[in-house]
C-alpha cells in the first residue's frame, strides 16, 4: 500500500491543543524565524514545528474539533523543510528506561483519541496496538506495510519502558499487513499478531482489552488499571521517529471519497484540509460535506482551513450524491441506541440532558465513557444528530469539573 509524500503547504496552522487536555502556552511570537522540528507550544504536552518559515499570527482559529483553539500560523520558506533527525542507532533493549520515557514525553506523542501514549502507571504487563481500520480510513494498514520493522522497535521500546511483558498487534483478517507483520515478529515469542473480523467500532479500548488481554475494565477505571496499555500504529512509528531524532511533526492521513487521487498520504502537522485535498487530485465533484476522521466517527468540517494535527486520521470528501438528508423527529423511546452502544450507556438521556444543558445528570450517567462511535446515531430512527450532542454534554461536565478544580486550588 503506497503512502504518497504531498507537497509542503506555503502556510501551516498549528493549533496549541491537540491532545484531551488543556492548551499549551506559545513559546514563539510573531516575526519569529524558527526551524522544523523546533519546540514551538508546551504545558501538560509538546508542540513542535512541522515547517521552518516565520510565524504570522498566533490567534484563535477553527480546530478540527469544531472550537476555536489559540493556534501559531507560520509562513513556509521555501526549500527549508526537512528534518534531519539523529543518525545513531541504538537497539532497544540498549536505551535506558528512563532515556525512552523521557524522549517519548519530549516528542509530544498522542494517540487518534487524544490521549497520551505514555501512561504515568509503571505496572503494565500487556501492550495492545490496535492496527485494525477505522471506517474506510486505511492509514494503519498503510503505515504495517511499509514500515514493519519501525513498527516493532517502537513497540519493543515501549515494552521496555512501561515494563511490559507481551504484546499483541491486533490485524483485521484479510489485511495486507497481517502476513508481513506476522513475518516480522516471528523471531520473537512476546509479540503476536492475533486476526480478527471486521468489527466496529474497533478502537475501543475497553474492548479490546476485554477481547485480547482477557481484562475486564469496570466503569469509572481504564485498561491502564488492569494493567493493560492500548496503543496505535500511528503512536507506535511516532516512538520510532522520537528514538531517531524526529518528534510528532507528521500524520499518515486517508484522503477518501469524492477526491481525484484517493490514499494514503504522508502530511506535515498544520497543513490545512484543503491543501491535502488538493495534493490528492483535489475534489471530483462538487464537494457538500468535508469529515475528519471516518464516516461514522468523525466530524463534519466548517472550513477547508481547518488543519490536520496529531489525531487526525483521515479526511472524507463527500458531494450531494453521497449525502442522505433526512428530516429530524423526536426521539420516540425506541431504545435502538442503548442496545448498539458498545459502552453500555443510554444515549437518548444523554442526548436529551445535553441538549438542556443539564451537565451534572450527563456526568451521572458516565457521558466521559462515551468513545463517540457513532453507532447511535446511525440506528436512530428519528435522526437525531446524537453523537454531536453527546460531544457538546462532554465538553460541558469539562468545563464544570475544570472550573470546581481552579475554585478548590
Ligand atoms: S457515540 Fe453513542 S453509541 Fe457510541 S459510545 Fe457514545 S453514546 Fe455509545
Ligand atoms: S434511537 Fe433515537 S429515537 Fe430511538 S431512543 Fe434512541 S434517540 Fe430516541
Request: proline share 6%; glycine share 10%.
Amino acid at each position: 500500500m503506497k503512502i504518497a509524500t504531498i507537497r509542503t503547504s506555503d502556510q501551516v496552522i498549528i493549533p496549541l491543543q491537540q491532545h484531551d487536555g488543556a492548551v499549551c502556552s506559545s513559546l514563539v511570537s510573531v516575526g519569529d524565524t524558527i526551524s522544523v522540528g523546533q519546540l514551538i507550544g508546551d504545558g501538560e504536552f509538546r508542540i513542535h514545528s512541522s515547517v521552518s518559515g516565520e510565524v504570522t499570527a498566533i490567534s484563535e482559529l477553527p480546530h478540527p474539533s469544531g472550537r476555536e483553539v489559540l493556534s501559531v500560523v507560520i509562513k513556509v520558506h521555501d526549500g527549508a523543510n526537512v528534518h534531519e533527525g539523529a543518525s545513531e542507532e541504538s537497539e532497544p533493549e540498549e536505551l535506558s528506561t528512563g532515556k525512552i520515557r523521557r524522549i517519548i514525553r519530549d516528542s509530544g506523542i498522542v494517540e487518534p483519541n487524544g490521549r497520551l501514549t505514555l501512561c504515568a502507571k509503571a505496572d503494565i504487563n500487556t501492550i495492545i496496538i490496535n492496527g485494525t481500520n477505522t471506517d474506510d480510513l486505511t492509514a494503519n494498514a498503510a503505515l504495517m506495510t511499509n514500515s514493519p520493522s519501525e513498527i516493532i522497535y517502537g513497540l519493543k521500546a515501549l515494552m521496555k519502558t512501561v515494563g511490559a511483558k507481551k504484546a499483541v498487534i491486533v490485524i483485521e483478517l484479510g489485511s495486507a499487513a497481517l502476513q508481513i507483520m506476522r513475518t516480522e515478529t516471528i523471531p520473537d515469542n512476546n509479540i503476536k499478531i492475533i486476526a480478527t473480523p471486521t468489527y466496529y467500532p474497533p478502537g475501543t479500548e475497553n474492548v479490546l482489552s476485554r477481547k485480547f488481554a482477557g481484562k475486564k475494565v469496570p466503569r469509572g477505571s481504564t485498561p491502564e488499571d488492569r494493567g493493560v496499555l492500548i496503543t496505535s500504529v500511528t503512536a507506535i512509528r511516532a516512538v520510532y521517529d522520537a528514538l531517531h531524532g524526529t518528534p510528532m511533526i507528521k500524520k499518515v492521513v486517508t484522503v477518501a471519497g469524492a477526491v481525484g487521487s484517493p490514499g494514503n498520504a504522508l502530511v506535515e502537522i498544520g497543513a490545512p484540509i484543503k491543501h491535502v485535498i488538493d495534493e490528492c487530485g483535489g475534489c471530483s465533484g462538487t464537494p457538500v460535506k468535508i469529515i475528519m476522521d471516518g464516516a461514522v466517527s468523525g466530524m463534519a468540517q466548517y472550513a477547508d482551513e481547518v488543519p490536520v494535527i496529531k489525531t487526525t486520521t483521515g479526511i472524507l470528501v463527500q458531494t450531494e450524491r453521497d449525502i442522505n438528508r433526512e428530516p429530524q423527529t423526536p426521539c420516540i423511546n425506541c431504545a435502538w441506541c442503548v442496545d448498539e452502544c458498545p459502552i453500555g450507556l443510554m444515549p437518548h438521556l444523554l442526548y436529551g440532558y445535553a441538549d438542556s444543558a443539564q451537565f451534572d445528570k450527563c456526568a451521572e450517567l458516565y457521558i466521559g465513557d462515551c468513545v463517540e462511535c457513532g453507532l447511535c446515531a446511525y440506528v436512530c430512527p428519528s435522526k437525531l444528530p446524537l453523537v454531536q450532542i453527546i460531544r457538546y454534554g462532554k465538553h460541558g461536565v469539562a468545563e464544570i469539573a475544570a472550573a470546581e478544580m481552579e475554585v478548590s486550588e
